[in-house]
């Protein structure tokens, strides 16, 4: 280990040529998280006693399915030599649902940390990052981790790491972030290679915001990189895209937890509290300024991200309409990427259409909803957003597939991503095979190295976002990793495909399909509720239907459910009971024209297999 001193005093704070700010980036379970742990315990600011495995992952989600959601900014003293340095790491998430968050967090970086496993190589995301980073202008440095693994081959991957990145293998650095092998050498680097930030310390106060949080007991957190000038406590700042402005209740650093400072200068990362509510308010992407002799040119923000999912979100228990409403209030000031709006479903009654960055969201904030807000939730098939152009030159855009447009459709559109495959050539045939039957389109294909082969396609975004991932996994012996990205929109043969209950469309059923999947589709959910939804006194026919044309028919036999023929004789008061308590029963029932239908039902049929499991596993 190399003379160092956990403990550095901290330097003065305006001397950027001192400061590094670097993140993590990874394919995801490569290790990133680990390796965090790792430098806080190293640079002394997590004492061994309060270590815990994943200390930045602070959501209950997060810690559970130990995965990494919302970035973590940390400051550490780290003396490289006999020099005192402050590192601000930032902890990145690496699912694809998440990956805006990653590529804010390197907007406030000049260089990465680009892990590997040691045992696995170069995955999808692990280029997904490396080419945000490059696009970052960031310094990267390489490096293997988890050498302590039987299984490791740390000279075969620093190979092709090297051969990705162009630098020599033995540039590669080799660290276990479990036993600590190697990160304080990793850290030195950090500080030999990563560049100082550079802003000017006498111009016009002007930071970037890359997060904002909200805490329940402090309002707004923000996340902000001084670039020029300095924000100090007690200080009024705007906020350069709406004018606004605050005082500056609190200004400091994590270290890891929130630690108050006088102020922050040139390069430095740190947190602003303003006692704001509202995380709109605090944009992230916004530039702050002071409000006297403040900047006149704001900062280059970021793309807002777009929902690409959406589902219909509503209360099992009518009555918590307005609980659902606040709860996803409070979070959308917490998740910038939440959407909604209200709707009203004739099946599921008030509810909200929200929009999610992908299925991993989705899960992500019902679960939050669910758990943090105590409500329960039916979430309705989600579907991805379709451009309908009419042929009088109207244009539609269709966020619920109840809303689909009837009359003469000119054309519809489709999102569309890019996907990278990366996977052993021995798995190629199955891998093409997969995404044939997804309407895919091959762009091209190389050879990473002798056995491993990365495949490009498009794909429509309807046939990734669902269950594409475990087919992957499965055909592939788990072997396969996948990114995506949005590439825009291409016309498809696609087709709404309507649920009929004895004549009346029920509109949390309705799908928009391609047309070669409209007839599986319509007989999987007509058979689903043919089970679900009990005998009543009429025959009850259920249909799958494309505009008028039926493509599937079950049928719901008829039932008299007479309660009173067990009643003979004349006594008109038992009689009356027994309807009274009939017509209890049917108060839990939801009418659809003229059928009942348990709530129950609703549920069911939409909760099972109709979303697809994408989300749950990890990639
Ligand atoms: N043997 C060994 N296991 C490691 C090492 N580093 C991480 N792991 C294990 O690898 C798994 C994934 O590590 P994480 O740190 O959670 O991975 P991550 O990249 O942060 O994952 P996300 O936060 O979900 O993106 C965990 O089970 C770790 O214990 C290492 O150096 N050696």
Known sequence: MPAISSNAPEPSRTDPALLRNFCIIAHIDHGKSTLADRMLQLTGVVEQRQMRAQYLDRMDIERERGITIKSQAVRMPWAAGDTPHVLNMIDTPGHVDFTYEVSRSLAACEGCILLVDAAQGIEAQTLANLYLAMENDLTIIPVLNKIDLPAAQPDKFAGELAHLIGCDPGDVLRVSAKTGEGVAELLDEVVRQVPAPVGDADAPARAMIFDSVYDAYRGVVTYVKVVDGKLGRRERIQMMSTGATHELLEIGVNSPEMTPSDGLAVGEVGYLITGVKDVRQSKVGDTVTLQRHGATVPLGGYKDPKPMVFSGLYPIDGSDYPALRDALEKLQLNDAALVYEP????????????????LLHLEVVRERLEREFGLDLIATAPNVVYQVTMEDGTEHTVTNPSEFPTGKIAEVREPVVRATLIAPSEFIGAIMELCQTRRGTMQGMDYLSEERVELRYTLPLAEIVFDFFDALKSKTRGYASLDYEPTGEQAGALVKVDILLHGDKVDAFSAIVHKDKAYAYGVKMAGKLRELIPRQQFEVPIQAAIGARVIARETVRAMRKDVLSKCYGGDISRKRKLL??????????????????????????????SEGGEGKSKK
Request: net charge positive; aromatic share 8%.
């Open 580 to 609: 009274e308590k009939q017509k209890e029963g049917k108060k839990r029932m939801k009418m659809v024209g003229r059928v009942e239908v348990p709530q129950e039902a609703f549920i069911a049929a939409l909760s099972s297999d």
């Open 343 to 358: 709707e009203t479903s004739a099946a599921l009654g008030f509810g909200f259409r929200v929009g999610f960055l992908g």
